[in-house]
């Protein structure tokens, strides 16, 4: 247990929506910030559709000693987000920070805009946008009745690059209007509603996938993406993406909302470019 007094999440609850990951030689950004607000205090519910994931989840929060569940749902089914959100409220009492991390883009098929199918379209688009707007929609009612609560939705830079695959990118762009509209919508509430916006992470989802559909070597794809960061040459981890995601749910940010936040060593500040895309 947790011995520390001056915890910058004492107390909360939160529930991570993603917060398993694939498998791949780094951590990904959904276990990195269940690991770093349970170490600040929180009480971390550890949401994935891979239970397996999801335990391992918290087997490394209890190994750094905080508090942590694992749940298992599918979050593109809106009756089991609403059962999620339920249990929550009946096991904890209350819901301090909705963190939704989910996403895909080449896993889901994702592709060029004449080249992309129906079906994995409205894949992509239901598992990075429409899951979100049903964990919010469960959780908005319970935060407003407290009058106090804390949205953190991941989006991703890919919304400002030439990011050639049209549905990762439109999803992206929707979570940022979605935030936006939370927050402004919701702050007589006393509810935050915040988003962040991971570049190039050396993370599961950006590498590993990456190996597989292109079938090019690991350190080619880490040496190329380490090459497009201004700052320092080198991608981001997970945990630059978690430290972020503290801060705004923490009360050091209380007057903070409706922000997009940009992790991503500078490379928002490169224009144009060619080649394989960023994020």
């Known amino acids: 247990m947790i011995k520390n007094t001056n915890l910058r999440l004492k107390n909360k609850v939160a529930i991570v929506v993603g917060g398993g990951q694939r498998i791949g030689e780094t951590i990904g950004n959904g276990r990195a910030v269940s690991i770093t607000y349970a170490k600040q205090g929180a009480k971390v519910v550890v949401v994935d ?14 190994e750094n000693g905080g508090i942590g569940f694992a749940y298992q749902a599918d ?8 059962a999620l959100i339920n249990y929550v409220r009946l096991n904890f009492g209350q819901i301090d920070i909705l963190h939704n991390n989910v996403g895909i883009s ?8 004449t080249e992309i199918k129906s079906h994995n379209f409205d894949q992509i688009i239901a598992l990075n946008l429409k899951s979100m707007i049903f964990a919010c929609k469960y959780v908005l009612p319970i935060m407003r ?14 919304v400002h690059e030439d990011y050639p695959w049209v549905s990762y990118k439109v999803s ?6 979605l935030t936006e509209q939370i927050a402004i919508q919701n702050a007589k509430y006393g509810i935050r509603a915040n988003c962040i916006e991971p570049g190039l992470m050396n993370t599961p989802m950006a590498i590993d996938s990456r190996v597989e559909a292109w079938n090019d070597s690991r350190e080619e794809i880490i040496k190329a993406r380490d090459a497009k960061v201004p700052l320092n040459g080198k991608m981001g981890t997970a945990w630059d993406v978690a430290n972020s995601a503290l801060f705004l749910a923490s009360d050091e940010a209380k007057f903070i909302t409706g922000i997009t936040l940009m992790v991503d060593g500078g490379v928002h500040l490169n224009v144009g470019g060619s080649g394989k895309p960023n994020t």
């Open 172 to 177: 992206k762009a929707g979570v940022n209007a």
């Open 75 to 82: 979050v593109v089914v809106e009756t089991e987000i609403a």
């Open 145 to 158: 009745e407290q009058k106090f609560g804390n949205i953190i939705n991941i989006s991703s830079t890919a």
């Open 49 to 62: 559709n891979n239970l397996d994931a999801a335990q391992e989840t918290v087997h490394k929060i209890k």
């Open 106 to 113: 080449i896993a889901g098929g994702d592709a060029e805009i």
